[in-house]
């Protein structure tokens, strides 16, 4: 297996403009998480999804923050508009939730907002 | 709701030596304990993991952790340290049993080893 896939990995884009992340889990696995990872705040978990349902999304920071999950091999992050604040780098990881294995994590997407 | 303690920003240790990096917890039930490491411009790898029976957890690079539930501590610790240990170290924690889903992190440790 290639491991979580996102894309891009990085994207610099201007103050307003839409961004969306993209995230391709492992194959098999049933549980995705999308982190954020500034200095400032460290590693914040934004949102995870089981089986393709949201579960928990108290971590994303706005409204302008949005995340699907239409099937079970690919995720999107989406921010309309865009922020300077939101700059950062942005993780998607999977795992096999009922198994309560390990999680796997993509080599993340690096956000400029200028 | 759980949570995850890393105390020290940064650790320091000169090539050779015994490392320990250091995490405390604090959960419902019976946790399910997780190291990672993140080397620079990388996402976060797994190192090991705590689900139940020995304490003395073993994993990856000669890395291993020390599970104390009266301590609710889970530090991570390598006999000797090598230089190309350095990077960022998240200590992980999610609540035991069916349904558990949310791997909550600690800020993570930057350790340093000196040549």
């Known amino acids: 297996d290639a491991g979580v896939i996102q894309s891009p990995r990085h994207e610099v884009t201007e103050m307003g403009q839409e961004v969306t992340l993209r995230c391709k889990p492992i194959?098999?696995?049933?549980?995705l998480f999308w982190y954020r990872q500034t200095m400032m705040r460290g590693l914040e978990l934004l949102i995870y999804?089981?089986?393709?349902?949201?579960?928990?999304d108290s971590g994303m920071p706005e409204d302008r923050f949005s995340a699907k999950m239409p099937n079970a091999s690919f995720s999107t992050l989406k921010i309309q508009p865009s922020e300077p604040r939101d700059s950062a780098v942005y993780f998607c990881?999977?795992?096999?939730?009922?198994?309560?294995?390990?999680?796997?994590f993509g080599q993340g997407t690096r956000l400029t907002v200028v | 709701a759980q949570s995850v303690a890393q105390p020290e920003d940064q650790v320091n240790v000169a090539e050779g030596n015994p490392l320990t990096v250091k995490c405390t917890y604090s959960?419902?039930?019976?946790?399910?304990l997780f190291w990672y490491v993140q080397y620079p411009n990388r996402g976060l790898q797994f190192l090991l993991k705590?689900?139940?029976?020995?304490?003395l957890v073993k994993g990856s690079y000669g890395f291993e952790a020390e599970f104390n539930k009266s301590q609710t501590s889970f530090h991570l610790k390598k006999p000797s340290a090598l230089v190309s240990d350095s990077a960022l170290y998240f200590c992980?924690?999610?609540?035991?049993?069916?349904?558990?889903?949310?791997?909550?992190f600690g800020k993570g440790t930057k350790l340093s080893v000196i040549p």
């Open positions: 990881a999977s795992n096999q939730a009922r198994r309560n294995t390990e999680a796997f």
């Open positions: 194959s098999g696995h049933n549980s």
């Open positions: 999804f089981n089986n393709n349902v949201p579960i928990d």
């Open positions: 959960v419902s039930g019976n946790p399910y």
């Open positions: 705590y689900i139940t029976g020995d304490n």
């Open positions: 992980a924690v999610t609540p035991g049993g069916a349904g558990s889903y949310q791997l909550t």
